[in-house]
C-alpha cells in the first residue's frame, strides 16, 4: 500500500485498530515529541485547556479522585 498523500495517510490512521493507534501515537512521541510539545505549550498558553484543569482540581478538592 502506498502512502502519498496526507489523506491517505489519514485514512490508513483511520482504518488501524485501537491498539495499533496507540503504538503509532507512542512511536510519534518518541520520534517527534516536539510536535505535541507544541501543541500542548499553545494550548495552555491560549487558555483552550484552563476549564478541564480548574474541574479536574476542583474535582480533586471535593474528594472525586482516587490515587494513581
Given at each position: 500500500m502506498r502512502l502519498d498523500t496526507v489523506q491517505e495517510i489519514e485514512r490508513a490512521i483511520d482504518a488501524l485498530t485501537p491498539q495499533q493507534v496507540e503504538e503509532l501515537s507512542l512511536w510519534l512521541d518518541?520520534?517527534?515529541?516536539?510536535?505535541?510539545?507544541?501543541?500542548?505549550?499553545?494550548?495552555?498558553?491560549?487558555?483552550?485547556?484552563?476549564?478541564?484543569?480548574?474541574?479536574?482540581?476542583?474535582?480533586?478538592?471535593?474528594?472525586?479522585?482516587?490515587?494513581l
Open positions: 518518541q520520534r517527534h515529541p516536539q510536535l505535541i510539545d507544541a501543541q500542548l505549550k499553545a494550548d495552555l498558553e491560549a487558555g483552550r485547556i484552563d476549564d478541564r484543569i480548574n474541574r479536574a482540581i476542583a474535582d480533586h478538592k471535593a474528594g472525586n479522585t482516587q490515587p
